[in-house]
Nanobody, 115 residues
Framework: QVHVVETGGGLVQPGESLRLSCIVS????????MGWYRQVPGRQRELVAR???????SYADFVQGRFTISRDDTKNVVYLQLNRLKPEDAGVYYC?????????WGQGTQVTVSS
């Protein structure tokens, strides 16, 4: 059973950066695809970025080259680097397997972008 803990969120101003981290336990980490997802009030949780087959990445259209997903298999950690943040990037960010597993959703980490 995979277990995740997300950290790194916070309050930043537009244009600033954050790095989110997701510590993964309970599985053969290097063998599973991982994703970062976002929940905004009033909207369904959506995929932000995914990393599969070791190094293949893809991103939601709204990312527009500003975010980077990566992983460190020696530490069982998945990262999401958020650059040039916009107010509309705010939300609770979650990591999960890709495709997502219902039992894996963690607490998420809140990202707030405001001047």
């Amino acid at each position: 059973q995979v277990h995740v803990v997300e950290t790194g969120g916070g309050l930043v101003q537009p244009g600033e950066s954050l790095r989110l981290s997701c510590i993964v336990s309970g599985s053969s980490f290097s063998l599973i695809g991982m994703g970062w997802y976002r929940q905004v009030p009033g909207r369904q949780r959506e995929l932000v970025a995914r990393l599969v087959s070791g190094a293949v990445t893809s991103y939601a259209d709204f990312v527009q080259g500003r975010f980077t997903i990566s992983r460190d298999d020696t530490k069982n950690v998945v990262y999401l680097q958020l650059n040039r943040l916009k107010p509309e990037d705010a939300g609770v960010y979650y990591c999960n397997t890709y495709p997502p597993t219902a039992a894996v959703w963690g607490q998420g980490t809140q990202v707030t972008v405001s001047s």
